[in-house]
């Protein structure tokens, strides 16, 4: 969903957390979520640092992060302390959520990504979480806070582009 807006809006420059961390890391994705609580919150001022550097880059584009609010490192849901996201210094937030049922059936269908095995109820409290932690940044942090269903990219494209999709 955010590769399909930022190849519609090429002002915007996608950065995907996880992919950010194994670089600066040498860690394997699937090895960066399953650390414990204490690595993966020392990971996120990391990804912060490099995201800087990377803006610094790219002064002229708007940047996206896609990030996880909560990680699910396979033992307990460990939260993203919000001094990770104020580092990062958003200008908005974007939750995109979907049906516990919905993701569910994508991840017993997906072959390519390792995840650990959830129920539905078990996933139902993760998108609580989620939208929990979103609510929480947006509140200690002054921002707007778009929710977003998974897969609905004009949605997406009215949070972060309002001005070219109300035109």
Known sequence: MLH????????WLLLVASDILAEVTQQDPESL????????????????????SIRKTHSRCDIVVDAHCVIDNGDELVRVP???????????????WDEA?????????DRVRVRPERSVHQL???????????EEYRSRLG????SVRAGDTHALEEALEPSRVND
């Open 33 to 52: 979520r399953t650390g414990t609580r204490t690595r993966i919150e020392k990971n996120q001022h990391l990804a912060v640092r490099k995201i800087d």
């Open 4 to 11: 399909k807006f930022v190849a519609k809006y090429p002002n």
């Open 124 to 134: 139902k409290l993760y998108q609580q979480a989620v939208i929990e932690m979103c």
């Open 143 to 146: 921002l707007e806070l778009a």
């Open 101 to 109: 049922e919905r993701i569910h059936d994508k991840r017993r269908l």
């Open 82 to 96: 919000l001094a990770a996201i104020k580092a990062l210094n958003p200008t908005a937030l974007v939750c995109i």
